[in-house]
């Protein structure tokens, strides 16, 4: 017999039940558009590490083209996927601004509308011309930095009626009338600004209808669609703007030459709306506007494509329930198509079980990017979130290297990743720019489908959320070694770096000072005139002869000035500049000790060519100290972060740890009077300390207390909390286990289960769980069944619970109970049950690597990955 006790997720939910915060994704997903920002920041901007960069594009061709959006991890403006993305975010405010003023996100998302809007109306000066793009595609691509400090030329490229450009241009018309519809209440009179220029680019693509001169994006955003879904596009939102039959007559004069499918008249439904052809979202407000078969048909023939399959014929779906389309930025598409899904769903011309499916699809499309295959692609967001995408200026090198540093200097709230392969592999690298870059239009999309799936489920934004980081490493240093030294002369080798990142910024101000004492000097009748400085290399610094310091103290200092050498985070020639100087005392004067010098500091027995950084030798930036220490001055504390972390000897990794070095040097690190031995027990990378696990599998369980001793300030603790998950708990339960069908794939995952009772006294089975771990493969409704048990199977109960956090191998567990009916269990004696659990519609699990699965086949084993307890407390097993 096969009794359903427990059914979960009911088919629409409330609000509570919703398993993801949608409020904190869409906050994150709008805050991205800040971080792409070009131009002259205003001071609301909400972080500490993007600049003002681009202030001169349009230079060259005599007007001011600064504003925008950078397009993806790139710098180039290209204006075809920017406008298309404005004018997909001014849809999300036009369909779900309840949604939005409710989530306390409708301003900051217009502001990002307008900050496009206005580099738009920027971008066309008069109206037959248009400029759409700012940057050469093969030049910016060719150079890894960040937008602040960018050197290579940035030409302009303009569209006229001589050689026009009407996919781009209409596209731009689109945008602004969409903004025009949205600010109408708000500001009217930029509302008619944006429209006028939306109906003059508009005007001027119909009457081109030719993209010939739209040729610098070429390989880059080509657009493939041509153009007359661009203008339809437009000319939809024209009428909305203005309520002109006229606009809606010429949408629906270009339909029939929209694109269809391979040798057929249908119109294309096996795509979605992208930056290259908006044809979807026409169709679908235009079903909307007038209630015509022709886009309704159009708009469904498209949404059951992508959902429960049309005429045969479906999209493909990865094992994880992703809608797969490409394989570069898939997740792009798919959240695309789950707004225009949603807004057709709530329009009225829907019935209601169309509905029901088309809603259902956006969820599991959201939830997957939010992390129902196991991590989330939305940086920022969730868990096991992208840390690496391919992003210049997050990432932040100084070297002009996808490798310098071996990190992300900034994390680049709610940027959506491409996404995964058909198969669900992902892989989170710099390099990855198939699946693992981001751009504007991918976020696009994803901004209405996370605010609709708010308006329904809500959510909670972080409150007064900014992304105000610590500065992690030395933006501004010197290193410095001995060239040379004699018995009256020392030759200092220096090399002043710039590796500014919050923001990054140009250093053609920078200079520093060699601090010298000459008391041995002026004791024989010498002054600091005596002295000469010479420079035996230098890189374009201006050298001083000794200056004043503490006079009366005999305390000098070389100033060496690099003021107009432009020192910046640009690449290996670009981000240092050297100077080999020595300073000598007079000829006459047989020897005068230079080692009591306070720059010399730490510099003794650095020769051959090396340098090492140091403190000794402060940095200026237009004469304002930057880093280091002067003489009588004193260093401030260090600090680590975090300050504790655990380390599991079962699970061995390494645990790192961010230094502030605050002017201070990290001697060493102690455990208690035990010294770490450097690249044995720990490694050193900038501001990155790694203590090795090779170090803590040595340790005992329990805290381990590691004081970082810094050379001025306080001594920071870092305590490690160490365990050893693969010690099972020895209570009074044992779990031994089989799974009963051991092929891979499985509709049910089918398990018996025997509980041992090995302490002296009965144990009552209500107050026993067990859990077993696995991995959901696709986000459904579970049904569970305990088809016998000795115990009485009416009196086994099952519970689906979702794991707060993934781990390897599960983000679910069932919990399995028994009630008071169900007895006690006597001492050496066991209780057998047989369960089983499978999704509503039977969609498949992959059982073989999932945390508890037990492939013996046909008998009893121990099953420490099973978990067992009594009255709350871990009995048996090892959690994952």
């Not at 959320?465 to 030294?485: H, L, R």
């Not at 708990?729 to 031994?736: E, S, Y």
């Not at 859990?771 to 016998?788: A, M, S």
Request: hydrophobic share 35%.
């Amino acid at each position: 017999m096969c009794t359903k006790i427990f059914t979960t997720l009911a088919a629409q939910p409330s609000k509570k039940e919703s398993n993801y915060n949608y409020g904190e994704a869409l906050q994150k997903a709008i805050m991205f558009y800040e971080f792409q920002r070009s131009g002259k920041l205003p001071s609301d901007i909400r972080n500490n590490w993007r600049g003002d960069s681009g202030l001169s594009d349009g230079s060259d061709a005599g007007i001011d083209l600064t504003g925008g959006w950078y397009d993806a991890g790139d710098h180039v403006k290209f204006n075809l996927p920017m406008a298309y993305s404005a004018a997909m975010l001014a849809w999300s405010v036009y369909e779900a601004e309840d949604a939005l003023k409710e989530s306390g996100q409708l301003e900051y998302l217009l502001k990002e509308i307008k900050w496009v809007t206005d580099y738009l109306i920027k971008c066309h000066p008069s109206a037959d011309v248009f400029y759409y793009q700012v940057g050469n595609g093969n030049t910016d691509h060719s150079w890894w930095g960040p937008a602040e400090v960018m050197q290579m030329g940035r030409p302009s490229y303009r569209v006229d009626v001589n050689n026009p450009g009407s996919s781009v241009s209409a596209a731009a018309a689109a945008a602004l009338a969409a903004a025009a519809v949205i600010f109408t209440d708000r500001d009217s009179s930029y509302a008619k600004t944006c429209l006028q220029h939306a109906k003059e680019l508009f005007s001027f693509a119909d009457k081109t209808k030719s993209d010939s001169g739209y040729t610098a994006a070429n390989g880059f955003y080509t657009s493939s669609s041509g153009f007359y879904d661009e203008l339809s596009w437009s000319c939809v939102w024209l009428y909305l703007a203005t309520k002109d039959s006229d606009y809606l007559e010429k949408a629906e004069s270009y339909v029939p030459n929209w694109g269809t499918e391979s040798q057929s008249t249908t119109i294309s439904y096996k795509w979605a709306q992208c930056w290259d052809d908006v044809h979807y979202g026409a169709a679908l407000l235009l079903a909307k506007i007038t209630g015509k078969e022709l886009y309704k048909n159009g708009t469904e023939m498209h949404l059951d494509y992508w959902t429960t399959g049309y005429n045969g014929s479906r999209i493909s779906y990865t094992p994880k329930g992703l809608a797969w389309l490409d394989s570069w930025g898939a997740l792009r598409y798919a959240t695309t198509t789950a707004f225009l899904a949603s807004v057709y769903a709530d329009w009225s011309g829907c019935s209601a079980k169309k509905a029901e499916t088309y809603k259902k699809f956006a969820k599991q499309q959201i939830d997957y990017a939010l992390g129902s295959s196991g991590h989330s692609f939305v940086v920022g967001y969730g868990i096991n979130s992208p840390k690496r995408p391919h992003h210049r200026t997050a990432h932040s090198s100084w070297a002009d290297s996808m490798s310098v540093p071996a990190y992300h200097r900034h994390t680049l709230y709610g940027a959506l990743a491409g996404g995964p392969d058909k198969d669900d592999s992902y892989t989170d690298d710099i390099n990855n720019y198939v699946n693992n870059e981001v751009a504007c239009d991918y976020n696009a999309g994803f901004v209405g489908a996370l605010a609709k799936l708010y308006g329904e489920y809500g959510g909670d934004p972080i409150a007064d959320f900014k992304a105000i980081e610590e500065v992690t490493n030395d933006e501004y240093f010197v290193e410095a070694g001995i060239n040379a030294s004699g018995s009256n002369f020392i030759e200092i080798k220096a090399i002043l770096n710039n590796c500014s990142g919050w923001p990054a910024r140009m250093g053609d101000h920078l200079s520093f000072k060699y601090f010298v004492d000459i008391t041995g000097a002026v004791n024989k009748g010498y002054a600091a005139d005596d002295f000469t400085i010479t420079a035996n290399y230098n890189q374009g610094a201006a050298i001083s002869h000794l200056l004043p310091w503490a006079e009366a103290d005999n305390i000098y200092y070389v100033n060496v000035d690099f003021t107009k050498v432009k020192i910046y985070p640009g690449g290996q020639s670009a981000y240092k500049k050297e100077i080999q100087f020595r300073i000598a005392a007079p000829e006459s004067m047989a020897s005068w000790d230079h080692t009591n010098d306070y720059s010399y500091t730490g510099l003794d027995g650095v020769t051959s060519g090396k340098v090492v950084k140091t403190t000794y030798i402060p940095v200026y930036d237009t004469g304002v100290k930057v880093f280091g220490n002067e003489p009588g001055s004193s260093s401030g504390s260090s600090s680590i972060s975090p300050v504790t972390s655990s380390f599991d000897k079962y699970n061995p990794e390494n645990v790192s740890v961010t230094v502030i070095y605050n002017g201070n040097t990290l001697d060493n690190i102690k455990n208690g009077t035990e010294m770490l031995v450097k690249e044995t027990d720990y490694i050193v990378s900038d501001n990155i300390v790694t203590i090795l696990s090779s170090y803590l599998a040595g340790k005992s369980v329990g805290k381990l207390r590691l004081t970082f001793d810094f050379s001025g300030g306080n001594d920071p603790v870092f305590t490690i909390t160490i365990t050893d998950s693969s010690v099972i708990p020895t209570g009074d339960l044992k779990v031994q286990a089989y799974n009963m069908n051991t092929t891979e794939t499985v509709n049910s995952i089918a398990a018996k289960i025997r509980l041992n009772n090995t302490g002296t006294g009965d144990i009552s089975l209500s107050d026993v769980k067990l859990r077993y771990y696995y991995t959901i493969d696709g986000e459904k409704e579970q049904q569970f069944w305990c088809d016998w048990s000795s115990a009485g199977t009416a009196n086994v109960t099952g519970t689906f619970v979702k794991m707060k956090e993934g781990k390897s191998g599960a983000d679910y567990y069932l919990e399995i109970g028994f009630n008071k009916a169900s007895g006690t269990l006597s001492a050496g004696k066991s209780v057998e049950l047989q369960v089983r659990v499978s999704k509503s519609d039977w969609t498949n699990y992959i059982q073989t690597d999932d945390y508890s699965y037990q492939g013996t086949g046909t008998s009893y084993a121990d099953s420490d990955k099973i978990t067992a307890y009594l009255a709350g407390n871990l009995q048996w097993g090892i959690e994952p």
